[in-house]
């Protein structure tokens, strides 16, 4: 038959109270091997208490081609944080 | 957007002297591409055929605290392989292409594997030299410039530390025990030493890689420059083991402040390159057969995934 098991990405929360984070990807059948192969691979020294898996191929990701329109109008809005604000020293609890 | 070539390639060299990283979806030069997929594979097949050797000895381990380490250990090598074939995948080469090119010959993993395990003190003597030499090309490897890869080598070079510890405290063991113990480790070093200081390929002058992986900081140290690092660290860690490195040549340079060492044999290393080490053959075939014999166990998971997912689609439309 040959034909490759598909690419899933892994995700793993280190522990309650912390986001998912993206460990790297593996191939597994499905989404029960995914999740198998994944406490295998990503999860032998307790690296995590949660797995998530999806198949790579439902990611859409941006393209880095167009990282200038997407991300550079973000830069000149120096407004938007808060040192932009010039206030007195002994301002205090702001 | 009608960069020409020479552009896209001066802004890509300009990112990587900045020191930013260059991630899979990003533009890049075909051979950076192609330099990397050879790299990180024989990378990662070197992973894969490494548990082979150090698995002879699973069955034989001579206590249980020693089998679970060993064990473990093998354990992360496959760990280790599947983390960087997914790195190398990310350049747009699939996994089943990756293991044609290992099983066909085409592709080549680190020729120290091609060394046979002869006694117990092997395992010690492969965790100690043979992992030792790994993690001074992996730290390097840490900071090279292609994103997944030096993910990967971050996760590999926390885990290979325990990898060279059990081996050390092996070596030790022996080291300390009777005095036919004490020779068999000193036998497994005679052996290990130089197929170790291979490891790090040729000399400078003669490897035909090195100038474009430092240009590409795909590599950030050159293979002689690594091979003193390891000789400077190893050799002290063989004296405290009361352990005789087989080097008549070796002395400490006060000048230079490191180890002076004898010269490599670098025909063995071609030879066994080229596929006339002790193992090749014994390697391909076990990697071969298991890969055959394998083959309904994946076709069996793929039609039993086809099978369930078909199920639940028509469970939904009876909905």
New interface residues.
């Given amino acids: 038959m040959k034909k490759e098991w598909p690419i899933w990405e892994v995700f793993i929360r280190s522990k309650n109270g912390l986001e998912h984070r993206h460990v790297g990807s593996l191939h597994a059948a499905d989404e029960t091997m995914a999740i198998e192969n994944a406490r295998d691979v990503y999860t032998r020294r307790q690296e995590g208490v949660s797995i998530w898996v999806v198949e790579s191929k439902h990611i859409t990701a941006s393209n880095p081609d167009n990282n200038g329109e997407m991300f550079e109008p973000a830069k000149d809005k120096a407004y938007r944080h808060p040192t932009f604000y010039d206030l007195p020293v002994e301002l205090k609890h702001m | 957007?009608s960069l020409n070539i020479e552009q896209l390639e001066k802004e890509f060299q300009d990112k990587i002297d900045r020191g930013e990283n260059i991630?899979p979806?990003?533009?890049m030069p075909e051979k950076y591409r192609k330099t990397h997929i050879r790299q990180i594979s024989q990378h990662a097949h070197s992973e894969i055929i490494g548990m082979l050797p150090e698995g002879n000895w699973i069955t034989r381990a001579p206590s249980l605290r020693r089998k679970v380490a060993l064990l473990?250990k093998v354990?992360?090598e496959a760990?280790h392989g599947?983390?960087l074939y997914?790195a190398a995948?990310t350049l747009g080469i699939?996994?089943?292409e990756l293991f044609d090119q290992l099983l066909t010959g085409k592709a080549k993993y680190s020729s120290i594997f091609n060394y046979p395990t002869l006694s117990w003190a092997d395992i010690g003597a492969i965790g100690w030299l043979v992992d030792g030499a790994a993690i001074i090309n992996q730290v390097m490897l840490t900071r090279t410039s292609y994103g997944p890869y030096a993910?990967?080598m971050v996760?590999i070079c926390k885990?290979e530390s325990f990898h060279q510890r059990q081996g050390y405290e092996i070596m030790l063991t022996l080291s300390n025990g009777t005095e036919a113990q004490k020779q068999m480790a000193q036998d497994s070093l005679n052996r290990w030493w130089w197929p170790s200081l291979m490891m790090f390929g040729p000399p400078d002058e003669v490897s035909t890689h090195t100038e474009q992986s430092m240009k590409w900081k795909i590599k950030r140290k050159t293979n002689d420059e690594l091979r003193q690092q390891f000789v400077d660290i190893t050799v002290p860690q063989a004296e405290i083991l009361g352990l005789t490195v087989p080097d008549p040549d070796l002395k400490w340079n006060e000048e230079r402040a490191h180890y002076d060492f004898g010269e490599i044999n670098w025909d063995e290393f071609w030879q066994v390159i080229k596929g006339y080490g002790p193992c090749n053959k014994e390697r391909m075939t076990t990697r071969r057969k298991s890969w055959d014999e394998g083959?309904w166990v994946?076709?069996a998971?793929?039609?039993?995934?086809e099978k369930?997912?078909a199920r639940r689609a028509e469970l939904k439309k009876a909905v």
């Avoid at chain 2, 998971?301 to 995934?305: G, I, L, N, R």
């Fill in positions: 957007m991630e979806k990003d533009w473990a354990q992360d760990g599947l983390y997914s995948e699939s996994r089943d993910r990967a996760r885990e083959e994946r076709d998971a793929v039609a039993h995934a369930k997912a």
